[in-house]
C-alpha cells in the first residue's frame, strides 16, 4: 500500500476532523483510505497505486482545497443536546457485522449495498412498525413514491449545489437497434465489476435515484396553493447517496430505506409538530431501551456551500439528529432526525399559503437499517439479551 | 466603517453581499423578503458584517441578525462605526 502523508496548510479544528475525513473520500480514485489526526495536524491517505511526483502534487492540492475550503473562516457549531440517554446500560460492546457475515444474516453485493436476512429484516420491521404508530398518531396521510427522481426536480431545489458528490444517476441504453443489439452481444464486466460499454451506448441522464423521501412530496405540491394550508403525511422509499470509500458495513449504505413523517404549513405548525414527534419518539425508545442522545446538527453539504450552509442550520437549529450508541467503538451514529426546512421549499418550489406566503415543511426521518444495525450494536444477536418488547414482537 | 448614518452603512453592506441594487434593501427588509437573502445569502451577509463593522459571527448571532432592523441595532448597541 502507497502512504501519501499531508501537512494541513490550515489546522482543522477538532469539530471538523470528522466532516473533514468523510469529504476526503472524494478527492481522488487513488484514495482507498482516508485518515485525520485527532488534532488536525495531518492527514493520512492510503493509494491503491503508486503516484508520480506531478500526480502526488495534484493530489496534495486538491486535499488542501478540501481542508481550506472547510475550515478557513469555519464557525463552531454550538452543539445543543436536547436528549441524553447515552448512559443506559447495555450488554454488548463488539460490532455484530462479522458475526451477521458469518451467520449469513448479512450479504454484501457491492460497497454499500447489502442483503439482509430474517434477523435483521424482523427488526427493520419492528421499527417501521414504531414509526408507522408515529404516523398514525399524527392522522398522516399514507403516500408511496417512486425510486427515480428527475433531474430538474432536484435541480429547482439547488441539490446539485449542496449535495454534488453523494448525487445517483439513471440511465438506460439509447433508443437505437444497433446500440442496443451490440450491447446484447458484447456487455460484460471486467475484474472490477466495470461494465464494458463506452458511455454513447446510454442516454443522456435525466433521471436520477432518489437521494429523500419527502422531496417527492413537495415536488407534487409544487406551482400551487397547499390545500388547506397544512398537511402531514408519511411515506417509506429507497434512499441514496454515494459515500464511495466511506461505505461500510451498514453505518453507511450507499442504498438504504427511509421512513418519514413529513409536516407543511406555516412555521408555527411545523415547529410544533417536530417537536412533538420528538417527545413521542422519545417515548418509544426508552420503551425500546436505546441509549441514544438527540443533538443539533448540520446535513453533509459539499465542500463548496458546506462552511456556510452549516454554520446557517447550527444557528437556527434546523437538525436534530437522533444519534446511537455504538459501544464497540465509543462512538455514535445518526439514525434519524428530526428537521425544518423554514420556506425554502415553499419558496424554491411555489407552494403557498392561503395568504399566499410560501408554506414551511419539516420531516421527522429514520433510516431503518441503521437503526437496526446501532440495536444489534447495543444488545448482540442473542435474543435472550435484548429488551423484552422487542424480543416479544420479534418471537410474538 | 464610517461615513453617513449607519442604516446608510448597514444597507450599503447587504447590497454588496447579496448583490442587489441598495434600493431593495429597504429598512423592514428581513431574512428570506429577497431571493438572494437566503441561507447562503444571510452567511454573506455575517461575513460582511465582521469585515466591515467586526461584528462577532456566532450562532447567537447568525440567528439575531435576521433582519436590517436588527443588524443595526446590534451594530449600534455593541461597535463604533467611526
Same mark, same amino acid.
Given at each position: ?21 468523510s469529504?476526503?473520500a ?82 454484501r453485493?457491492t460497497n454499500g449495498v447489502f ?12 421499527? =417501521? ?37 453523494s ?7 439509447? !433508443? ?64 441514496f447517496r454515494y459515500e464511495g470509500i466511506n461505505l461500510t458495513s451498514l453505518e453507511r449504505l450507499w442504498n438504504f430505506?427511509?421512513? =418519514? ?10 415547529? !410544533? ?21 438527540? =443533538? ?87 435474543? =435472550? ?6 424480543? !416479544?414482537?420479534?418471537?410474538? | ?14 447590497? !454588496? ?66
Amino acid at each position: 500500500m502507497n502512504t501519501l502523508k499531508i501537512i494541513p496548510q490550515i489546522e482543522i479544528p477538532d469539530h471538523l476532523v470528522g466532516e473533514v475525513k468523510s469529504k476526503l473520500a472524494y478527492v481522488d480514485e487513488a484514495i482507498v483510505k482516508a485518515a485525520v489526526a485527532e488534532d488536525g495536524k495531518e492527514i493520512t491517505l492510503e493509494l491503491s497505486e503508486a503516484v508520480d511526483e506531478l500526480s502526488r502534487m495534484r493530489l496534495e492540492e486538491k486535499v488542501q482545497r478540501v481542508v481550506t475550503s472547510m475550515t478557513q473562516g469555519a464557525f463552531k457549531p454550538n452543539v445543543q443536546v436536547l436528549e441524553d440517554h447515552m448512559a443506559i446500560d447495555t450488554p454488548y460492546r463488539y460490532d455484530p457485522t462479522a458475526k451477521l457475515m458469518e451467520c449469513g444474516e448479512l450479504s454484501r453485493e457491492t460497497n454499500g449495498v447489502f442483503t439482509l436476512g430474517p434477523l435483521i429484516t424482523r427488526l427493520v420491521n419492528f421499527f =417501521e412498525d414504531k414509526f408507522l404508530n408515529l404516523a398514525a398518531s399524527f392522522d398522516a396521510e399514507p403516500y408511496r413514491f417512486p425510486t427515480l427522481i428527475p433531474a430538474r426536480f432536484l435541480e429547482r431545489v439547488n441539490y446539485f449545489h449542496a449535495f454534488p458528490h453523494s448525487l445517483t444517476f439513471a440511465t438506460h441504453l439509447r !433508443e437505437d437497434l444497433d446500440a442496443i443489439d451490440h450491447f446484447a452481444q458484447q456487455a460484460g464486466c471486467d475484474v472490477h465489476g466495470n461494465l464494458n460499454q463506452p458511455p454513447q451506448s446510454f442516454a443522456k441522464i435525466k433521471t436520477l435515484l432518489s437521494p429523500a423521501v419527502c422531496y417527492h412530496l413537495y415536488f407534487s405540491l409544487a406551482d400551487k396553493p397547499l390545500p388547506g394550508g397544512k398537511m402531514i403525511a408519511t411515506a417509506v422509499g429507497q434512499c441514496f447517496r454515494y459515500e464511495g470509500i466511506n461505505l461500510t458495513s451498514l453505518e453507511r449504505l450507499w442504498n438504504f430505506t427511509m421512513r =418519514e413523517v413529513i409536516f407543511i404549513g406555516d412555521k408555527d405548525f411545523v415547529l !410544533e409538530n417536530r417537536e412533538i414527534s420528538r417527545n413521542r419518539m422519545a417515548q418509544v425508545f426508552e420503551d425500546i431501551g436505546l441509549a441514544y442522545r438527540v =443533538e443539533t446538527a448540520n446535513d453533509p453539504f459539499f465542500i463548496g456551500e458546506f462552511r456556510k450552509q452549516a454554520a446557517f442550520q447550527s444557528a437556527f437549529q434546523l437538525k436534530y439528529e437522533i444519534r446511537a450508541r455504538l459501544p464497540f467503538k465509543d462512538s455514535t451514529l445518526a439514525v434519524g432526525s428530526y428537521n425544518y426546512h423554514q420556506d425554502f421549499f415553499g419558496r424554491h418550489l411555489n407552494i403557498t399559503l392561503p395568504d399566499g406566503n410560501p408554506v414551511h415543511t419539516g420531516c421527522t426521518a429514520f433510516g431503518l437499517e441503521r437503526m437496526a444495525y446501532a440495536f444489534l450494536c447495543q444488545y448482540g444477536l442473542d435474543y =435472550e439479551q435484548w429488551p423484552a418488547s422487542v424480543r !416479544e414482537y420479534i418471537h410474538g | 466603517m464610517s461615513n453617513g448614518p449607519l442604516i446608510e452603512q448597514v444597507q450599503a453592506t447587504l447590497a !454588496e453581499a447579496l448583490q442587489v441594487p441598495i434600493e431593495e434593501i429597504t429598512p423592514e427588509l428581513a431574512l428570506g423578503d429577497l431571493p438572494q437573502w437566503d441561507s447562503m445569502g444571510h452567511m454573506e451577509v455575517m461575513m460582511l458584517l465582521e469585515q466591515k463593522f467586526d461584528v462577532e459571527i456566532n450562532p447567537d448571532t447568525i440567528a439575531a441578525l435576521v433582519s436590517v432592523a436588527a443588524i443595526c441595532e446590534h451594530i449600534g448597541q455593541n461597535h463604533s462605526t467611526s
